[in-house]
């Protein structure tokens, strides 16, 4: 391993050297080969170089290598797969923890709106110690953060099944599982993207679909196992299988944060000065404020029309589906259309499925069929976030803005459920829930619309600046650059002249 690293640092060094060879001799002329070669082999000038390497290193520093764009990408790929199917998907099965604590009463004393505050505990704390994770993984590494993470969820799982007050609850299915899905969420979430280009969102859709698939099963395994072996015990064996699978893959992951030079700054604030990255952050505010109440909302829904517990689970588990078979397409085609465009595309689907589909579902067979087709684009937010916000503030600093995208979604994410489930209580059926369901998707698309509107001016002026075609324009930012900070600037000017143009970005 280590001599393929010095053959590769070798074959690097030489192919930077070359390139400089050819910019000189761009420079001076083809008539003066022989005076670059003797300027670049001069005793004088090796001992100048010889003299001040280091110097030179910080006032010239080689390029990272460019993504491999797959290989050891693809391991990392199916690993965050596994983490986010027994994080986030496993979170997604509290939907039927939460149809079944209202049906039997489990914990005596407690109302509807304490039980949806634990579905909503558990995401808002996996957001609030986004800064914490970012900071051990810049201090001590990824696999320290992934490995906290898992002793937290653990911990959780196994606590839960002990848990005989409410309060209890709050602790381990609510706050400890939050902790230690946001350590495993935070350590993983950046991997991806840094191991592709044009495969990019692909991979990422691929990534985010272990979610779907997790919930998927664990929520038929949930209904399943609490009426066979109990609900402490099926605690138990959630814990334990997270154990070992989120073990397995902390294990492989493999991060590129020290090549590509990655910020992990946990408060990059500076960012909120720029209105195309407040548009991001509104984009998922709204996605949240709906979202959540999809996934916890669904399975007590089905309840209340008149279905049965089993039922209920399996529209839970269908939806949960429609994430998994979703968003790997909707990474594929971001690829080819533009990423911010199948953001807003998709989002604005959510919204009008949960409009046309979801409010008139009133028997087993419609609510099948919204929940796997409404699947699909729920989760838009979670499949397309990233890469997007590569596309915002370039790939040096996506983790430090996507850290801020995880704090600033923390209060939609504890809320949505309790203010859904007090529509209910207020009016007597879901309709209101539903609308505002709906109408808070529609709403993210809008601020998607309208971040392709500088996203379109960004690269018109950057095109404009280089003397270049659109098409030759890289769409992922890098700010560095003092003609990117200009094209931002006219890109801010010309937001809603260009939000309707039609172009791939």
């Known amino acids: 391993m280590t001599e393929s690293r010095a053959v590769y640092n070798d074959k690097e060094s030489k192919q930077i050297s070359g390139q400089e060879g050819r910019r000189d001799q761009d420079v001076l002329g083809p008539g003066n080969k022989e005076l670059i070669n003797d300027t670049n082999h001069s005793p004088d000038a090796e001992a ?37 199917g027994h994080t986030w998907g496993m979170n997604s099965s509290y939907g039927v923890f939460l149809a079944y604590y209202l049906a039997n009463n489990v914990f005596p004393g407690a109302s509807a709106l304490e039980y949806a505050f634990v579905g909503s505990l558990s995401i808002s704390c996996a957001l ?77 859709g691929f990534a985010t679909s272990g979610s779907g698939l997790g919930g998927l099963i664990y929520s038929l395994a949930a209904g399943a196992m609490i009426k066979t072996i109990g609900l402490a015990w099926a605690f138990r064996v959630l814990g334990i299988v997270a154990l070992a699978v989120n073990s397995i893959c902390a294990i492989l992951l493999k991060d ?134 590569v596309e915002v503030v370039g790939l040096k600093h996506v983790s430090s803005a996507l850290n801020l995208v995880w704090l600033f979604i923390v209060l939609p994410s504890t809320f949505s459920e309790p203010i859904a489930l007090e ?37 018109d002026e950057l095109a404009r600046l280089k003397g270049e075609s659109v098409d030759q324009i890289d769409v992922v930012g890098t700010e560095t650059k003092e003609n990117d900070a200009m094209a931002k600037a006219a890109g801010r000017r010309t937001i809603v002249k260009n939000c309707l143009k039609w172009r791939k970005v």
């Open 48 to 84: 100048q170089a010889n003299s001040h390497p280091v110097q030179r290193s910080k006032e010239n520093p080689p390029p990272p290598p460019p993504p491999p764009n797959g290989g050891y990408g693809w391991v990392c790929t199916v690993c965050c797969a596994l983490i986010n």
């Open 256 to 389: 590129r944060n020290k090549i590509i030079g990655a910020s992990q700054l946990a408060f990059d604030v500076k960012l909120f000065k720029r209105p195309e990255y407040v548009l991001l952050n509104m984009y998922g505010f709204f996605s949240l404020l709906a979202y959540v109440v999809l996934i916890f909302s669904l399975a007590n829904y089905a309840r209340t029309v008149g279905l049965s517990a089993a039922q209920a689970s399996v529209i839970s588990a269908l939806f949960n589906l429609g994430q998994a078979l979703g968003r790997p397409p909707i990474g594929y085609f971001s690829d080819s259309i533009g990423r911010i465009n199948m953001a807003g595309l998709m989002t604005f689907f959510s919204g009008l499925f949960a409009l046309v589909i979801w409010t008139f579902a009133r028997s087993y067979g419609v609510l099948i069929f919204y929940a796997i087709l409404g699947g699909t684009v729920a989760g838009t937010f979670w499949a397309t976030v990233a890469p997007v916000t």
């Open 128 to 204: 609030l110690v986004s800064p914490v994770a970012t900071w051990t993984t810049r201090v001590y590494g990824t696999k320290t953060t992934l490995f906290i993470g898992i002793a937290f969820e653990t911990a959780s799982l196994i606590g839960a099944s002990f848990a005989w007050a409410i309060w209890q609850l709050f602790l381990s299915q609510g706050i400890c599982f939050g902790i230690g899905m946001g350590f495993l969420f935070v350590g993983s979430v950046g991997i991806v993207p840094q191991w592709f280009t044009t495969k990019r969102s692909l991979a990422n």
């Open 423 to 459: 529509i209910v209580a207020g009016t007597g059926s879901y309709l209101g829930t539903q609308l505002f369901t709906g109408f808070m998707y529609i709403a993210a698309a809008m601020c998607m619309l309208l971040l392709r509107g500088w996203k379109i001016g960004e690269l």
